[in-house]
Structure formats: C-alpha cells, structure tokens
C-alpha cells in the first residue's frame, strides 16, 4: 500500500526515468569535451527528420537549456556541472514527490543516523510506520480484514493511525510523527519495539 514515491524516498533512490536522464545528462556533458572519444554525436548536423529519438536530439537541448548556464564544459568546470546536474534531478524529482501519508509534505526530514543502531526488524516497523501501513496499527489491519475495528487497543478511540500512536490519552508522550525520523531509537523504546537490543 505504500506510495512508490514514499518508497524512492525512504530508499533515496531516484525513480528508473529520472535516473536514466541524470545518466544521459551526465555523458552528453563528457562527450562536449573536445577530446571525448565521442564528442562528434554532439557537433553532428541533425538528420532533417526527427523519427528516431537519440541523446544528442533528445538531451542536447535540455542540457544546454537547463544545466549549462552559457557555458562550455572543460577540464576546470567538468565536475561542477556534473554535481550541478545531479542536484537539480534530485530536487526537481523529490518536488514532484506526493506528499507523505504521515506528514502530509513531500520535504521530508533525512533519518538520522541513529536508527542504524537499531536490529533490521525494528528498523523495518519503523519504515512502515513513516509509509503510514504498518501492522502495529488498527487502521492498517482494518484495511486489510473488515472484521477488524479501527480503534486504539488502550483508548479505543476511532482512527488507530501513527498520528494516534504519539496522541493516545492513554500513553501520553512529547513525541510525535516527525520523531519517526529525527528520533527513532527514541521511538522505538516508546512502542517496545528495541527488545532484540
């Protein structure tokens, strides 16, 4: 159930076509260096019709357009357009990204190195918590089998979701949905999931 841009996100991994014209973007550029072995598919005259797709019609323009800023690459600026190109697929790709079930925003905050301290199950329930399905919570299950009520096991309140995990009267905390992120060893201990520690 999770969303495909919560799990490119959760993974930092760019989606296959974004990542596919980095790759080109990134090339094209080594291949406009004079002494690029394949530097002649960016100075060959275009065909007079465009019916096969290529890097040099497809990504020429694009490159030039968005990436270059009126300027030619060589040995000095080669690595700086590289990063430029790569930081620009990244941020145009997590704008496009739909807002995360559990904050409601497509920004999300890094995981903090911590988790990495936790066993891989607990790291795992944590992840599933920040995609909002997890099998911790009633609003999941319910999803799931219909004879399963929606409610807090200690409260039983409406709506057992992550946000009720950090606002349940019955276990009151200062925690909340962001901590899943910023802090989740902390988290952790809070729903007992640190037992294998």
């Not at 960016?42 to 290529?54: D, E, F, L, N």
């Not at 890097?55 to 700086?80: A, F, G, M, T, V």
């Not at 925003?105 to 199950?121: F, I, M």
């Not at 999941?140 to 096991?153: H, M």
């Amino acid at each position: 159930m999770s969303h495909q841009d919560h799990l490119h996100s959760e993974s930092q991994v760019l989606p296959v076509q974004p990542h596919n014209e980095l790759l080109s973007l990134q090339y094209l550029v080594s291949c406009l260096l004079p002494n690029h072995p394949c530097n002649i598919i960016t100075t060959a005259p275009q065909p007079p019709r465009k019916i096969r797709r290529s890097l040099s019609n497809q990504y020429l323009p694009i490159l030039r357009e968005r990436h270059l800023e009126d300027e030619e690459p060589n040995s000095d600026n080669y690595k700086s357009i590289l990063q430029r190109i790569h930081t620009n697929t990244v941020n145009t790709v997590i704008e496009g990204y739909s807002p995360n079930k559990v904050l409601g925003t497509n920004a999300l905050p890094e995981v903090d190195e911590s988790e990495k301290s936790l066993p891989r199950s607990t790291r795992c329930t944590l992840a599933q918590l920040r995609s909002g399905w997890c099998k911790l919570l009633n609003n999941y299950k319910a999803r799931l089998d219909p004879s399963v009520a929606d409610t807090c096991p200690l409260c039983q309140s409406l709506n057992h979701d992550v946000w009720h995990l950090f606002s349940c009267p019955s276990k009151p905390t200062t925690l909340d949905p962001t901590s899943l992120w910023t802090d989740p060893v902390v988290v952790a201990k809070f729903l007992d999931l640190e037992t294998e520690l």
